[in-house]
């Protein structure tokens, strides 16, 4: 732009010169035209005088000599303005010629650069409007995600109010259930309390049966017991004859025999002793009493537990002896519910 702008000042300088140039031209010719003129007319005057004169005869004929000397002199100061006038027409001429073709240059360069930046400002208008259309669709799609946005809030605080909603009745399904639950659980707490009867009634160790030790015992009455008939009477019952295994069930067997005389599941078998509801598996050490084991008379294959003044332990009986007299102890399985 500056050497535009440098250009442009240069072009018009140069213009005004040769405006110049051409004003002073005409000056010139004019003051040349002038002198020629004045030239002229003093020819004129002197070819028309009435002064005497000396005249010459020569092969021109008889002419005055000072008219001639100074038509002479003014032919030749003519001539030499004539020339004079040729050769500033053609400086005049050339430097005019040279000033145009510079100022025709630099209207070329001037064109030539003007050309760029209009080919420059085509493409920046371009690229203006590009980043115009840029903008423009960049306006459209943040107003489209302004759109968006206030859909998304309105979806937003749709969700909040279906979610506030959803949580009441969610809320009030749970306080529904909660109570329902807490009804169910109740019924079924009703329902397994008198299941747990029902199953303490069959299974459980309840009265007449006493629990002892882990044992659950119930005591047969003495009449007509013997050993075969009690444990008849105690399969009857759910049970067997009582098969003590540890020192604590046996001394739980000496609190209930008290002072009284109760057979047991124990017999024997070969030299040894063994459960009677299981003849293989061998009964662990009795608490005999003194002097028992004694087989007396050989037929003394039943145990029973002695209470009373002597103390409490076991002795071998015959296993239907004294049945007026001895009783039995049942046990059986359960669970405590």
Same mark, same amino acid.
């Given at each position: 732009?500056?050497?535009?702008?440098?250009?442009?000042?240069?072009s018009s300088t140069l213009r005004k010169k040769?405006?110049?140039?051409?004003?002073?031209?005409?000056?010139?010719?004019?003051?040349?035209?002038?002198?020629?003129?004045?030239?002229?007319?003093?020819?004129?005057?002197?070819?028309?005088?009435?002064?005497?004169?000396?005249?010459? %005869?020569?092969?021109? !004929?008889?002419?005055?000599?000072?008219?001639? @000397?100074?038509?002479?002199? $003014?032919? =030749? #100061?003519?001539? /030499?303005?004539?020339?004079?006038?040729?050769?500033?027409?053609?400086?005049?001429?050339?430097?005019?010629?040279?000033?145009?073709?510079?100022?025709?240059?630099?209207?070329?360069?001037?064109?030539?650069?003007?050309?760029?930046?209009?080919?420059?400002?085509?493409?920046?208008?371009?690229?203006?409007?590009?980043?115009?259309?840029?903008?423009?669709?960049?306006?459209?799609?943040?107003?489209?995600?302004?759109?968006?946005?206030?859909?998304?809030?309105?979806?937003?605080?749709?969700?909040?109010?279906?979610?506030?909603?959803?949580?009441?009745?969610?809320?009030?399904?749970?306080?529904?259930?909660?109570?329902?639950?807490?009804?169910?659980?109740?019924?079924?707490?009703?329902?397994?309390?008198?299941?747990?009867?029902?199953? %303490?009634?069959?299974? !459980?160790?309840?009265?007449?049966?006493?629990? @002892?030790?882990?044992?659950? $015992?119930? =005591? #047969?009455?003495? /009449?007509?017991?013997?050993?075969?008939?009690?444990?008849?009477?105690?399969?009857?019952?759910?049970?067997?004859?009582?098969?003590?295994?540890?020192?604590?069930?046996?001394?739980?067997?000496?609190?209930?025999?008290?002072s009284e005389r109760f057979l047991i599941g124990?017999?024997?078998?070969?030299?040894?002793?063994?459960?009677?509801?299981?003849?293989?598996?061998?009964?662990?050490?009795?608490?005999?009493?003194?002097?028992?084991?004694?087989?007396?008379?050989?037929?003394?294959?039943?145990?029973?537990?002695?209470?009373?003044?002597?103390?409490?332990?076991?002795?071998?009986?015959?296993?239907?002896?004294?049945?007026?007299?001895?009783?039995?102890?049942?046990?059986?399985?359960?669970?405590?519910?």
């Open positions: 732009m500056q050497f535009i702008s440098y250009s442009i000042t240069t040769v405006d110049y140039l051409e004003v002073q031209q005409e000056f010139k010719f004019a003051e040349l035209e002038d002198s020629i003129g004045d030239i002229r007319e003093q020819l004129k005057l002197l070819n028309t005088s009435d002064n005497a004169c000396r005249c010459i %005869n020569d092969d021109q !004929g008889q002419r005055p000599l000072a008219p001639v @000397v100074q038509t002479h002199n $003014l032919v =030749k #100061l003519e001539t /030499s303005l004539k020339h004079r006038n040729a050769i500033l027409q053609e400086a005049f001429k050339d430097e005019k010629t040279a000033i145009k073709d510079h100022i025709r240059k630099f209207d070329e360069k001037i064109k030539s650069e003007l050309n760029n930046i209009n080919q420059r400002v085509d493409v920046a208008a371009k690229y203006v409007q590009r980043l115009n259309d840029s903008f423009t669709e960049m306006a459209i799609s943040a107003a489209q995600a302004d759109s968006d946005l206030m859909n998304l809030k309105s979806n937003l605080d749709r969700t909040d109010a279906s979610v506030v909603e959803v949580t009441e009745r969610f809320r009030r399904m749970l306080e529904e259930m909660k109570e329902t639950t807490k009804n169910d659980v109740n019924s079924l707490t009703n329902q397994v309390a008198s299941m747990k009867a029902n199953l %303490n009634a069959l299974f !459980g160790c309840l009265h007449p049966w006493k629990l @002892v030790e882990g044992l659950c $015992l119930r =005591k #047969l009455s003495h /009449s007509d017991v013997g050993f075969d008939v009690a444990q008849k009477k105690c399969h009857a019952l759910g049970g067997k004859l009582v098969e003590p295994t540890t020192k604590q069930q046996v001394q739980a067997l000496q609190t209930e025999a008290g124990v017999v024997r078998n070969g030299n040894g002793w063994v459960r009677s509801s299981d003849l293989e598996r061998q009964s662990p050490d009795l608490a005999w009493r003194s002097g028992e084991p004694n087989n007396d008379g050989g037929k003394e294959n039943c145990v029973e537990v002695l209470g009373g003044s002597r103390g409490f332990g076991y002795n071998d009986n015959l296993c239907d002896e004294h049945k007026d007299t001895i009783g039995a102890i049942c046990e059986k399985r359960f669970v405590n519910f």
